[in-house]
């Protein structure tokens, strides 16, 4: 049986092809080198979006002038930056503080857990015992570690202080440079189009994410306040953090309450409750809320959301994680736009439509962050 003929392509689509997947490439390794310059600079960004949106969502639902908005938007962003880390600094570092107990109390408890498991396996070797073991751990490398730890973030944070002062800075003279860059009007508002898709997916994802954070977290901590589980606050703003990451903030938000509450409490009732309880709420939010609440504004397909959890969770760390879903909307919009990388934009989005359909009678549905281009290129 005679071969078939391999399918041929144009040079000019395959050499465009190479040509991107060796920017893409290229531009990966460089984000991985040059790490401690963009992971503040692309914080003090995620900051200027959310500043932004702040800024008009004051402006539209109050008769605050424009400038007055924008500063209140400003000190609202700041002060909410800090207290997201001085919560959860001080916070963690009041939980096992020695007045609580529960550094003293976590090898027997954890000896006397073993013990159940292996009586009700009906196991009768002797358990191992956790106290030794914990005993044996170098407590002080650990608490070295942590500090070095606390100090990187304090460092950084000031790092993304002085971007984002100098990103406002240069907002005045923006529309300049956009003129200058497109002198065409047409290609201008096509790159204007492009900002206007890539805010609104950043916004949108934060929207989401903070409203079903907000509902999962009033849930969860008339919960906690049930079972009678210490610290409910703490762990209540915890679940509220890790839910902007995406996969892995679920996991957590599940299950570390139940696991220290196994510690807190002699019987297991309360960690059973915690347990059951908490993944109750994430899985109703994750299936019924948030689907609704998204609509089709998040196009991405979600094996694309965890390899950008992995890629910049390896990349940049826990920033990464926290930035990899607007990164991959931002990716997205900006691919979408050219003709070599449309097919990567095609591959990233949920429903190979990186751009959504216009709004109208026909398909009320459709409302997508990004809207159709004007021109196919």
Sequence with gaps: MPMKAPISLPTSTVGRNALVTIAVVATGAAVFWLRDILTPLAMAIFLLIMIDGVKRF???RTPVPSHLAGAAALILVILGFF???GIVVYGAAGFFDESTGVVARIGPRLDQILVDIYRIAGMTDEPPTVSDLIARIDVGSYLAMVARQAQGVVTGSIFVLIYLGFLLASQAGFRRKLVGMFPDRAARGEAQEVFQRVRGGVEGYLWVQTVT???ICAFAWVLMRAVGLPNAEFWTFIIFIV???P???GAVAGLAPPLFALVQFETYWQAVVLLIGLQAILFISGNLI???MQGDNQNIDPVVVLLALAFWGKVWGVVGMFLSTPLAVMAMAIL???RGSRWMAILLSGDGEPY???????KPGKNRVNPPQAKAD
């Design 58 to 60: 004051i402006e539209d």
């Design 83 to 85: 207290a997201s880390i």
């Design 213 to 215: 954070g907000v509902l």
């Design 243 to 245: 839910g902007f990451i």
């Design 247 to 249: 996969v892995l903030g």
């Design 290 to 292: 948030q689907p609704r």
């Design 336 to 338: 979408a736009e050219f």
């Design 356 to 362: 959504a359909e216009e709004e109208g009678p026909a």
